[in-house]
């Protein structure tokens, strides 16, 4: 294996773990830096690595995940006969050092040599995925890890549902890790300079303007012909949204109809729920009246700034 061990993750807490991870490009990371992921956009990494965010709790998928690992490793080593050792350390590319690398273990395969080891968890909604292969993110996050470790294959194996277990393998590929490395470079120039990655339609994007100009002034400029493309896509996807939201109530009408006064509904695979619920809040507008002076005492004033095209 050809890497530098950045630090050991041996007894290593959590917090200290997401502050090493900070410092460079992670295999969890990489999808989301080419802008390939279907969760993460750059903007939102990028805010993550320069510390403009707070680290996002493990969320449940992830916590199983990690659970599972350890008997997803043995279960693969008892199904193939492969010896594979765990790797508690962060490992760091040599030449491009914010690569990082944390890889669940390295495999002894008899007739490939050693390779990386992958243990993954994935509902049943994504088996198709894994059918023929693996997801893409999946696939640029151990090529990436191949780009770290130098290593030549790696081995994924998933339980999928809880009850079905698959292994695939993955060779390494010149091509896409030059690539990565190209793509990383420049985004982690973003992260050294401060300066963000091109604005998106991500949450993380919108965060980011708000940050930058929180408050308006009474001007107003001329903005450059090009933004009429951005203002023509904007306004075709409003139209869109309205849309597809008459649809979608179109259709949940109908369901209802159907339910009427039944609180579920089952049909092949899904389950429709049309529930009663109870909620109490404060009427603030009958608070104001009988009480001004406990109302005032407890209002509190927000800023924002108010988007629209005419």
Same mark, same amino acid.
Not at 2 to 17: F, G, H, I, P, R
Not at 131 to 138: K, L, N, Q, W
Not at 167 to 189: N, T
């Given at each position: ?86 790797? @508690?350390?962060? *490992?760091?590319? +040599?030449?491009? $050092?914010?690569?990082?690398?944390? /890889?669940?273990?390295?495999?002894? #395969? ?94 993380? @994007?919108?965060? *980011?303007?708000? +940050?930058?100009? $929180?408050?308006?002034?009474?001007? /107003?400029?001329?903005?450059?012909? #090009? ?84």
């Amino acid at each position: 294996m050809n890497a530098n061990v950045l630090v050991s993750t041996k007894d290593m807490k959590y917090q200290e773990w997401l502050e090493y991870r900070r410092r460079g490009i992670g295999g969890s990371d990489v999808a989301a830096v080419c802008g390939l992921s279907k969760w993460r956009s750059p903007m939102e990494v990028w805010l993550d690595k320069t510390g403009q965010v707070e680290p996002k709790p493990a969320t449940e998928a992830a916590f199983w995940g990690t659970l599972m690992e350890p008997i997803i490793r043995q279960e693969f080593a008892n199904r193939t006969g492969f010896k594979i050792r765990q790797v @508690s350390a962060i *490992l760091q590319h +040599r030449r491009f $050092p914010f690569m990082f690398a944390n /890889i669940d273990g390295i495999v002894a #395969d008899p007739n490939l040599g050693e390779g990386i080891f992958e243990a993954k968890t994935a509902s049943a909604y994504r088996a198709a995925e894994w059918e023929h292969g693996i997801p893409d993110e999946y696939t640029l996050q151990v090529q990436h890890y191949m780009a770290v470790t130098g290593l030549p294959f790696a081995w994924v194996a998933v339980l999928i549902g809880g009850n079905q277990f698959v292994w695939r393998l993955i060779e390494r590929d010149e091509g896409i890790i030059d690539l990565l490395i190209q793509l990383e470079s420049r985004f982690w120039k973003h992260v050294e300079d401060m300066t963000p990655p091109p604005i998106d339609g991500s949450a993380a @994007s919108t965060e *980011l303007l708000n +940050r930058l100009y $929180p408050n308006s002034n009474s001007q /107003i400029i001329d903005l450059p012909v #090009d933004s009429l493309q951005w203002i023509q896509q904007f306004e075709q996807a409003q139209q869109e949204e309205k849309e597809a939201a008459y649809r979608k109530e179109e259709a949940a009408n109908h369901i209802k109809e159907l339910l009427g006064e039944f609180e579920q509904g089952r049909v092949n695979d899904k389950l429709i729920t049309w529930k009663s619920v109870n909620s109490e809040r404060i009427d603030s507008k009958a608070l104001r009246v009988a009480h001004p002076e406990i109302a005032a005492a407890f209002i509190k004033t927000s800023s924002y700034r108010r988007f629209s095209v005419k």
